[in-house]
Nanobody
Framework: QVQLMESGGGLVQAGESLKLSCTTSGLTFAQTAMAWFRQTPGKEREGLQCISWNDGVDHYSHSDQGRFTISKNNANNTLYLQMNSLKPEDTAMYYC????WGGGYCYSPNVPNFNFWGQGTQVTVSS
């Protein structure tokens, strides 16, 4: 059974940093493309970044403007998102997602491309 669980969200002030984690189980993690998305109420889920099996990174959005960095640790099957210089507009629910069928490569940030999702972790940035 595949499970993804995000953690690390919280309430911070503008300009501060957070590091999100996504612990996984049941995946062939080292061979799976993993991504971070975010969503605010009433809006579509926005793809941020994707990391392929060989650590290639696709930037799905310009909204993070180089402030966010995706990474992964195959030894502990965990995906990360380092977020620096946070802004109030970064306030959202953040989700990790796995594309187990894409051969380990990142493609388009279409939500249906990713067949496993976590429950999300809330990030709130105050001004």
């Amino acid at each position: 059974q595949v499970q993804l669980m995000e953690s690390g969200g919280g309430l911070v002030q503008a300009g501060e940093s957070l590091k999100l984690s996504c612990t996984t189980s049941g995946l062939t993690f080292a061979q799976t493309a993993m991504a971070w998305f975010r969503q605010t109420p009433g809006k579509e889920r926005e793809g941020l970044q994707c990391i392929s099996w060989n650590d290639g990174v696709d930037h799905y959005s310009h909204s993070d403007q180089g402030r966010f960095t995706i990474s992964k640790n195959n030894a502990n099957n965990t995906l990360y998102l380092q977020m620096n210089s946070l802004k109030p507009e970064d306030t959202a629910m953040y989700y990790c997602a796995a594309d187990e069928w894409g051969g380990g490569y990142c493609y388009s940030p279409n939500v249906p491309n990713f067949n496993f999702w976590g429950q999300g972790t809330q990030v709130t940035v105050s001004s």
